[in-house]
């Protein structure tokens, strides 16, 4: 099976910065898509950011500029460095892994708090 664990949340400041990291350990043949999306109570989970095993990235309009997606295609890990935080970027971090053919793979998520 596939196993995905996020790391890094927790509370911050408006105007500052957090990384969350993801590692994704198991059955990962085939793994194309790493990516990171986040959910307030009430609402539809929402892209952040997903990066491609060649590079290839897409970010929601809302944390251009301000969030950049890395990988590491060795250590099958993505990372999310959040800067400039607003108090709408609060919400539970979920990191995705995407798996040519099996499927979609979801961790549990980790909560970013962005308050004064």
């Known amino acids: 099976q596939v196993q995905v664990v996020e790391s890094g949340g927790g509370l911050v400041q408006p105007g500052g910065s957090l990384r969350l990291s993801c590692a994704a350990s198991g059955r990962l043949f085939g793994l194309y898509g790493m990516g990171w999306y986040r959910q307030v109570p009430g609402k539809q989970r929402e892209l952040v950011a997903k990066i491609t095993t060649d590079g290839g990235t897409n970010y929601a309009d809302s944390v251009k500029g301000r969030f950049t997606i890395s990988r590491d295609n060795v250590k099958n890990m993505v990372e999310l460095q959040m800067k400039s935080l607003k108090p709408e970027d609060t919400a539970v971090y979920y990191c995705?892994?995407?798996?040519?053919?099996?499927?979609?793979?979801w961790g549990t998520g980790t909560q970013v708090t962005v308050s004064s």
């Open positions: 995705n892994v995407v798996i040519f053919p099996t499927g979609s793979f």
